[in-house]
C-alpha cells in the first residue's frame, strides 16, 4: 500500500508540473525524488528524467549512476544509453 501511495504521489507530481511547463522545477523535484526510501520512486525519477533529455538532467542521472541500489544504477544506465 506505502509503495502504491509513493509512486501515485510521484506520477501527480509529474503531472502537475508538466501541466505548469517549468521544465527546471521538474528537474528539481524529480531530483529530490532520488533521495527517497524507495528504490521504486528513485527508478520512476530517473525515468522521467530521462524522459526529459536535456542536458540539464545529466547531473541528476549521475548522481542515480551512484545510487545505493543496483536496480536503480542499471536503470539509469540503460535510459542514459537510450537517450
Known amino acids: ?3 502504491k501511495l509513493c509512486i501515485v504521489s510521484l506520477l501527480c507530481l509529474v503531472s502537475l508540473m508538466s501541466s505548469c511547463g517549468s521544465q527546471t ?3 528539481e523535484a524529480l ?3 532520488l533521495d527517497d526510501g524507495n528504490v521504486q520512486v528513485r527508478r520512476d525519477a530517473v525515468v522521467e528524467l530521462s524522459k526529459i533529455g536535456t ?3 545529466i547531473p541528476a542521472l549521475v548522481k542515480a549512476l551512484e545510487d545505493e541500489s543496483q536496480y536503480v544504477r542499471l536503470v539509469t544506465a540503460d535510459t542514459m ?3
Do not use: D, E, N, V
Open 31 to 33: 531530483t529530490m525524488h
Open 81 to 83: 544509453s537510450l537517450s
Open 25 to 27: 522545477k521538474k528537474i
Open 1 to 3: 500500500m506505502k509503495l
Open 55 to 57: 542536458p540539464s538532467t
